[in-house]
């Protein structure tokens, strides 16, 4: 069974940080950062209105949740990266985008195991990085490297065609 395309990719934690503005689905973030925004809003409000008890309270929320954010980021790397390769500080693989399914394979073997293209709800990417963002939250970079514009694009019409509802983010 043929690949379409071939690319590589890697996991670590460098990668996942470079990538870490597109870890959280994007209705979280928003919610996130609306809820932060808001906060500091009523804060400045209370502050304005002489209100010093509500004035903290509100300011200490907001910073809670943008330092709660950071935390989870944290915490979500290094859960993703002990559920792929406890013993290894990266994971290198090949995706081998066939007809039917994505098949991700250790670098230098075989076999694999398969994703479908309906589980794939997004696509960002990063200065070095293209990435795939699973229904699970599973994130799948790509060396820009491997790529230039007309390849990328043509690839993205290729994984656009197998599932017509992934959200494309900063795609340059």
Same mark, same amino acid.
């Given at each position: 069974m043929g690949s379409d395309f071939v690319l590589s990719g890697s996991i670590s934690k460098e990668i996942l940080k470079s990538m870490k503005k597109y870890l959280f689905p994007?209705?979280?973030t928003r919610f996130i950062n609306i809820?932060? %925004? %808001?906060?500091? !809003? !009523?804060?400045? !409000?209370?502050l304005l209105l002489r209100i010093q008890s509500l004035t903290i309270l509100f300011l200490i929320g907001a910073l809670f949740i943008y330092i709660e954010k950071i935390i989870c980021r944290e915490i979500f790397i290094k859960k993703f990266l002990r559920s792929i390769s406890p013993e290894q500080t990266s994971f290198n693989y090949n995706l081998h985008f066939r007809n039917d399914c994505i098949t991700i394979t250790q670098e230098n073997e075989e076999n694999g195991f398969d994703?479908?293209?309906s589980n794939i709800n997004r696509i960002a990417e990063s200065k070095n990085y293209i990435a795939l963002f699973t229904q699970e939250s599973m994130c799948l970079p790509i060396y820009k490297t491997l790529f230039n514009s007309e390849e990328k694009y043509e690839w993205l019409v290729y994984i656009m065609e197998k599932n017509n509802k992934i959200r494309l983010?900063? %795609?340059q």
């Open positions: 994007p209705s979280l809820t932060m %925004i %808001i906060s500091g !809003l !009523l804060s400045f !409000l209370f994703i479908n293209y983010y900063h %795609i």
